[in-house]
């Protein structure tokens, strides 16, 4: 089975030693599928580790955020004309078996981005800290308030999409640091279809999250004034710069420097 027009995308920041053996096992499951990693800014030999285990590599100048390194990878996307992409994150999370059940579901032209939950199976065995879990459940019910569907894992960074929705990610609209929860609703101000389909999710293997110290404190102030601020957006304006930013507008990576 060929995987031409899929592509996978990874976002990294000093993760030499969960990028490889990701890859790795990306390669079990689909072994010809494109693997693009994101370096973003590392101070160690991230970018070096994803190129030996065989990624195409795309090096960021400095550190720009987690959302700005995934726009670098939908654009990358979206001008070499791939159909479907997944997003995955490089800490070893994200178990590469479920990816088959993202792009099983993204295929059926039913949504325009099926999200991986970690929540859907009701099992409880995932663990994260209470910091995060208040998090999550409050951005969860804000979202489904809002959107009028259930978000059971609105912080997941685990999605498969299609073209359309590929559009509206690599539109200015995007957020550069954390796309999580006010996402979701830009996506149903768009006219966009989600679905969340249950995958497995891993404790990180090592290294350090991007939640740890503070951050989840800033995270959930930062992500309050995002949501409030896109319900301020007007429906027929969000839609329109979707429509606008097509694969024309999408020359080079150097324009996501200019834009943050």
Same mark, same amino acid.
């Given at each position: 089975?060929?995987?031409?027009?899929?592509?996978?995308?990874?976002?990294?920041?000093?993760?030499?030693?969960?990028?490889?053996?990701?890859?790795?096992?990306?390669?079990?499951?689909?072994?010809?599928?494109?693997?693009?990693?994101?370096?973003?800014?590392?101070?160690?030999?991230?970018?070096?580790?994803?190129?030996?285990?065989?990624?195409?590599?795309?090096?960021?100048?400095?550190?720009?955020?987690?959302?700005?390194?995934?726009?670098?990878?939908?654009?990358?996307?979206?001008?070499?004309?791939?159909?479907?992409?997944?997003?995955?994150?490089?800490?070893?999370?994200?178990?590469?078996?479920?990816?088959?059940?993202?792009?099983?579901?993204?295929?059926?032209?039913?949504?325009?981005?099926?999200?991986?939950?970690?929540?859907?199976?009701?099992?409880?065995?995932?663990?994260?800290?209470?910091?995060?879990?208040?998090?999550?459940?409050?951005?969860?019910?804000?979202?489904?308030?809002?959107?009028?569907?259930?978000?059971?894992?609105?912080?997941?960074?685990?999605?498969?999409?299609? =073209?359309?929705?590929?559009?509206?990610?690599? $539109?200015? /609209?995007? &957020? *550069?640091? +954390?796309?999580?929860?006010?996402? #979701?609703? %830009?996506?149903?101000?768009?006219?966009?279809?989600?679905?969340?389909?249950?995958?497995?999710?891993?404790? =990180?293997?090592?290294?350090?999250?991007?939640? $740890?110290? /503070?951050? &989840? *404190?800033? +995270?959930?102030?930062?992500?309050? #004034?995002? %949501?409030?601020?896109?319900?301020?957006?007007?429906?027929?304006?969000?839609?329109?710069?979707?429509?606008?930013?097509?694969?024309?507008?999408?020359?080079?990576?150097?324009?996501?420097?200019?834009? +943050?």
């Amino acid at each position: 089975m060929k995987h031409h027009n899929i592509i996978i995308v990874i976002p990294a920041y000093n993760e030499e030693g969960n990028i490889g053996p990701l890859i790795h096992r990306i390669r079990e499951k689909l072994h010809d599928i494109d693997i693009l990693v994101i370096d973003d800014g590392s101070a160690d030999r991230t970018a070096r580790a994803a190129e030996k285990a065989g990624a195409i590599v795309s090096r960021l100048p400095f550190n720009m955020g987690y959302g700005a390194a995934l726009q670098t990878g939908f654009k990358y996307a979206l001008r070499n004309r791939y159909q479907y992409v997944v997003q995955m994150d490089a800490d070893g999370q994200h178990d590469p078996e479920s990816i088959l059940i993202l792009l099983g579901e993204i295929k059926k032209e039913k949504a325009d981005v099926v999200i991986g939950s970690r929540f859907l199976d009701g099992s409880g065995s995932y663990r994260t800290t209470l910091s995060r879990k208040i998090g999550m459940g409050l951005f969860g019910r804000l979202a489904t308030m809002i959107t009028g569907q259930y978000v059971s894992d609105p912080t997941s960074g685990f999605q498969a999409l299609n =073209r359309d929705a590929l559009r509206f990610y690599a $539109s200015r /609209l995007y &957020p *550069v640091d +954390y796309p999580d929860a006010d996402v #979701l609703i %830009m996506l149903h101000k768009a006219g966009l279809h989600v679905r969340e389909v249950p995958v497995i999710m891993h404790a =990180r293997q090592q290294g350090k999250s991007m939640h $740890s110290g /503070l951050k &989840p *404190v800033y +995270y959930i102030f930062k992500m309050l #004034l995002s %949501m409030f601020v896109t319900l301020l957006r007007n429906d027929k304006f969000v839609r329109r710069v979707v429509k606008k930013e097509e694969i024309s507008d999408v020359n080079s990576a150097k324009d996501i420097y200019n834009k +943050y």
